[in-house]
């Protein structure tokens, strides 16, 4: 079955501090691969994708993933959260071809303190 | 506003009622999706839209639900006989339609049905 399996549900982080949330992916073929982020009160965003070429992609507001093919991971990194990073992030994953829907994890919310 | 729009933003119903959610997909967006996002939960995809054609219809939970996109625009969510486990946020999104284009996310609609 398809799926996405986010590690951490909650992570708290003080300022500055280095962020790495999981993402793994269960998918038959090839696929694209996304990070959304939901600040409080507002809608879902695109903080970056992945669909070709180089494994490393960067981001909106410092962040960054790698795309591990043979882990089937698709880890979301940042060197130093800010409190403005307080927010909720959710990796995604669709088929390369044919249909184009969304599967979503569970989604990490992350508390960064000032 | 140049963004997806979902009205209502919220909608309190009773159980056995029927409610329309309804979505204007950014200008120009040839595809359109559904997807319903219970508490503690990422969002899950629900009918997609390819022009006036639903191209996937695979996540529509039973047949109390129902969509439509008659003129290749505006959609309507519509769910007849809800039911108290309706209860959660219905988003839309919308994209360019090729697999790896970002889809853009509406704000949502709430719905609680009592």
């Known amino acids: 079955a398809q799926s996405v399996s986010q590690h951490n549900h909650h992570v708290i982080l003080s300022e500055a501090a280095s962020l790495e949330l999981g993402c793994n992916y269960s998918y038959g073929g090839t696929v694209n691969l996304f990070w959304y982020v939901q600040y409080p009160g507002q809608h879902l965003q695109l903080l970056l994708k992945y669909f070709s070429g180089d494994p490393l992609v960067k981001g909106i507001k410092g962040f960054e993933a790698e795309f591990i093919k043979s882990k089937f991971s698709f880890n979301l990194r940042k060197p130093s959260v800010q409190w403005s990073d307080t927010a909720e992030y959710f990796c995604?994953?669709?088929?390369?071809?044919?249909?184009?829907?969304?599967?979503f994890g569970t989604g990490t919310r992350l508390k960064v303190l000032a | 506003g140049a963004g997806v729009s979902q009205t209502p933003s919220n909608k309190v119903t009773e159980k056995g009622k029927y409610v329309e959610l309804r979505c204007d997909p950014i200008?120009?967006?040839?595809?359109l999706y559904w997807y319903r996002q219970s508490l503690g939960q990422g969002p899950e995809f629900l009918i997609y839209?390819?022009?006036?054609?639903?191209?996937?219809d695979s996540g529509l939970p039973n047949d109390r639900f129902f969509a439509v996109r008659p003129e290749g625009s505006v959609s309507t969510l519509k769910i007849q006989r809800t039911e108290r486990g309706d209860s959660a946020v219905y988003l839309c999104a919308s994209s360019s339609g090729r697999t790896h284009n970002e889809q853009f996310f509406g704000p949502g609609t709430r719905l609680t049905v009592l």
């Open positions: 839209f390819q022009g006036t054609g639903a191209a996937d």
């Open positions: 200008s120009g967006h040839t595809a």
């Open positions: 995604a994953v669709n088929a390369a071809s044919g249909t184009y829907k969304y599967i």
